[in-house]
T-cell receptor, first 115, second 111 residues
Framework: ETGVTQSPTHLIKTRGQQVTLRCSSQ?????VSWYQQALGQGPQFIFQ???????GRGNFPPRFSGLQFPNYSSELNVNALELDDSALYLC??????????????FGAGSRLTVL | DQQVKQNSPSLSVQEGRISILNCDYT??????FLWYKKYPAEGPTFLIS?????DKNEDGRFTVFLNKSAKHLSLHIVPSQPGDSAVYFC??????????FGDGTTLTVKP
C-alpha cells in the first residue's frame, strides 16, 4: 500500500509567478484535501476534492485553485504568488466515508518559498 | 478567530512519566476530535480520535479525554518514550469533512 506522495519537495518562486504542486493519493482513497502550514502554525484548510469536484473550501482567495484527476491524484495551483504564500503545502487523502472520524493520510509536503 | 487552540507551544517530560497535551475548541458543531503526530520532514500521522458523544478513548499508551461542557480535550501518553518526541496537533471535524487544526505542541521526552 503506497502512501501519499507530493512533488516537488522544495521550490523557490518570485512574486507574481505561478506554481503547481502535485499529489498522489493513498491507494483506495477517493478524497484529497490541501492544507497550508505557515511557520509555527497548524495546517490551514485550503480545499477538498471528491470525485473530481471541489467539495469545500477554506478562507483562501480564488488564485488558489485545484484539480482532481480520475485516478484521484490532485494538483494545487497558485497564481500571482505573494510573499505570504511561503509555506509548507500538505496534501492529505482520505477514504471519504462519513461514518467515523475523517482520518487524513498526509504527504510530507511541498515547501514553497516566494522571494 | 481560531476555533481549535493549543495553548502550550512546548512540553518537556522525563522518560517513563506521563505527558499531557491539551486542546480547547469553540465550535459546538465539531463531531470528532483527532490527534496527529508530526516528525521533522514528514507529514502529520494520525494517532487517535474520539467521537463527541464519548468522553474517553484509549489505544495502548495513548488516551484521549473529552470534556464537552468545558470544550476541552487532552491527550495522555503513559509511559512517555523518547520516540514520542514530536509536534502534536489537535484537530476537529465537522460533518462537512473539513478538519480544523490547532497550532501544535512540541513534546520533548528526555531519556
Amino acid at each position: 500500500e503506497t502512501g501519499v506522495t507530493q512533488s516537488p519537495t522544495h521550490l523557490i518562486k518570485t512574486r507574481g509567478q505561478q506554481v503547481t504542486l502535485r499529489c498522489s493519493s493513498q491507494s483506495g482513497h477517493n478524497t484529497v484535501s490541501w492544507y497550508q502550514q505557515a511557520l509555527g502554525q497548524g495546517p490551514q484548510f485550503i480545499f477538498q476534492y471528491y470525485r473530481e469536484e471541489e467539495n469545500g473550501r477554506g478562507n483562501f482567495p480564488p488564485r488558489f485553485s485545484g484539480l482532481q484527476f480520475p485516478n484521484y491524484s490532485s494538483e494545487l495551483n497558485v497564481n500571482a504568488l505573494e510573499l505570504d504564500d511561503s509555506a509548507l503545502y500538505l496534501c492529505a487523502s482520505s477514504a471519504g466515508q462519513r461514518s467515523g472520524a475523517n482520518v487524513l493520510t498526509f504527504g510530507a509536503g511541498s515547501r514553497l518559498t516566494v522571494l | 478567530d481560531q476555533q481549535v487552540k493549543q495553548n502550550s507551544p512546548s512540553l518537556s517530560v522525563q522518560e517513563g512519566r506521563i505527558s499531557i497535551l491539551n486542546c480547547d475548541y469553540t465550535n459546538s458543531m465539531f463531531d470528532y476530535f483527532l490527534w496527529y503526530k508530526k516528525y521533522p520532514a514528514e507529514g502529520p500521522t494520525f494517532l487517535i480520535s474520539i467521537s463527541s458523544i464519548k468522553d474517553k478513548n484509549e489505544d495502548g499508551r495513548f488516551t484521549v479525554f473529552l470534556n464537552k461542557s468545558a470544550k476541552h480535550l487532552s491527550l495522555h501518553i503513559v509511559p512517555s518514550q523518547p520516540g514520542d518526541s514530536a509536534v502534536y496537533f489537535c484537530a476537529a471535524d465537522t460533518n462537512a469533512g473539513k478538519s480544523t487544526f490547532g497550532d501544535g505542541t512540541t513534546l520533548t521526552v528526555k531519556p
